[in-house]
């Protein structure tokens, strides 16, 4: 057994490699080529949720399983919000393989699935990048998401005057455009394409303000708690999902609306699904379209599939 670091995840693991795997594990659920059980998750009185995650490739040498931890209140405490390690087991043997440092791949496989949404499901003229959220996986949209489509443009919101400057100096060094926005409503006015990658519980902005032909990546914490949108956007929306089990039982901005009765669980589509019926998917330029994830198993079980073919 071996320690895989997450200086190791970067060098073997690609944006673009990424953005492959996503769209190979999403098309392998629709298939139903990977065993991935639901998600068992537990809340502690001091906030801490904690998620395992297996996941299995029919056929393939690994097993995996991902042990998450988030607590919003981390970044107070100069700890990241989300931390994850994987676990890598021999199918056949059960030997353990590898334990990886997972906040790097976490937020490459998330931003990954919403551009693999993204290019899917946005207008293919959209080039304002609207983000909500100055932490990893902001940056690792950023990067996922100019693969997708031609950004012209990045704006990006934080609570924080501090953060969201320092992240706009730090991506703009890369050579993208990127401005700090004061107003939240002004990223709703003007973005193409939005990625909410918050802690929140309270929706982040008016639905009604979203502009036709939108399109949303709603990545924040998965927990029946959280809300980064609110039902009149849900109520608007094509709704495509990484996973609609999970979406079902944890997912507060896809709970929430259909136990209020403004949507019906037969509007809500698997992301995998519409990547192998794309004929399924029936959109215009004019429909808001919503991508709601919250990490499925598949995807971090093909990532290290990948990375012990490399390391092994």
Known sequence: MFWVSERTVEENLSVETSIRLAREAYLRLAKGEVASPERAWLLTKDGLSVYSMPSYIIGGRVVSVKI??????????????????????????????????????????????SAVATDLLARKNASVLGIFGTG??????????????KI??????SMSTARREKFAKETSENGIEVRPIAKPLEIVRDADILVLAT??????FPGRLVRMGTHVNAVGAATPE??????????RSIIVVDSKAQALA???????????????????RELGELLLHPEKLNRSDEDVTLFKSGGVAALDGVAVEYLMSRLL
Do not use: C, W
């Not at 700890?79 to 906040?103: C, F, M, N, W």
């Not at 802690?199 to 982040?204: A, G, H, M, V, W």
């Open 68 to 113: 998450a931890r988030l607590n919003p209140r981390n970044p107070n405490r100069a700890l990241p919000s989300v931390q994850a390690t994987i676990h890598a087991y021999d199918s056949t043997t059960g030997r353990e393989l590898a334990r990886v440092e997972a906040e790097t791949l976490t937020a490459l496989r998330t931003a990954a699935s």
């Open 136 to 149: 990893k996986q902001a940056k690792a949209h950023v990067q996922a998401l100019k693969t997708a489509r």
């Open 152 to 157: 012209s443009r990045v704006l990006i919101y």
């Open 199 to 204: 802690n929140s519980t309270k929706p982040l």
């Open 226 to 235: 959280a809300r980064e949108i609110d039902t009149e956007f849900v109520k």
């Open 250 to 268: 944890s997912y507060g901005d896809i709970m929430k609306p259909l136990k209020q009765g403004a949507i019906r669980k037969s509007q809500i």
